[in-house]
């Protein structure tokens, strides 16, 4: 899925106020570009009001990445920037998300993220389940480890 510029100014503008930088987990605008420029990988994009379609003059509030093999896709990134959270957003963005995997004939969602972080809260909720553990997989800028914790969604139709 190509993406014009904008959008990927877009996506940057979430991805530099979303991630905190002690974790390393934003992608730079070319690892973006890249990824868009396989035909596997897809993104979505949020407005503040929830809407999906953002006119020149919005801000932009979240976006999603993933990439699909096969019947499987994988969220690569996730993210809603911070003075929009607790408002519902990355609920939506997510089963939004959810409902395209289905939708495209995906059998199972898959996602990996460091131990705590509170989207594990959102994925629950949507019934993503944990299926691993890499123990100390991820180092953050001061030099500790976190484990990376899989988890999948399966659809059973
Ligand atoms: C995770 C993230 C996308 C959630 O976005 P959001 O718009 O705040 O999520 P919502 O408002 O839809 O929250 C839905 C529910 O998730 C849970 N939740 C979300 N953030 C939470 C937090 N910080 N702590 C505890 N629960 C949380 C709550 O149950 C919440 O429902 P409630 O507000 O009614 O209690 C956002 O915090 C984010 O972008 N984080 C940084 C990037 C990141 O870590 N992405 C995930 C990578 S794996």
Do not use: K
């Amino acid at each position: 899925m190509i993406a014009p510029p904008d959008d990927i100014d877009r996506i940057m503008s979430v991805m530099e106020r979303a991630f905190p930088p002690e974790f390393g987990e934003a992608w730079n605008r070319r690892q973006v570009g890249d990824a868009l420029t396989v035909g596997n990988c897809r993104y979505g994009l949020i407005g503040p009001d929830g809407s999906d379609v953002l006119d020149p003059n919005t801000d932009t509030a979240g976006f999603f990445m993933g990439r699909s093999i096969l019947d499987e896709e994988e969220l690569l990134l996730f993210a809603i920037a911070p003075q929009y959270r607790r408002q519902g957003l990355g609920r939506q963005l997510l089963q939004r998300f959810i409902n395209q995997a289905r939708a495209n004939g995906m059998a199972r969602i898959f996602l990996e993220m460091r131990r705590d972080n509170p989207a594990s809260y959102l994925y629950a909720a949507h019934g993503f389940r944990e299926i691993g553990v890499r123990p100390a997989y991820y180092r953050t800028a001061a030099g500790s480890r976190i484990d990376a914790i899989s988890q999948e969604l399966v659809f059973d139709d």
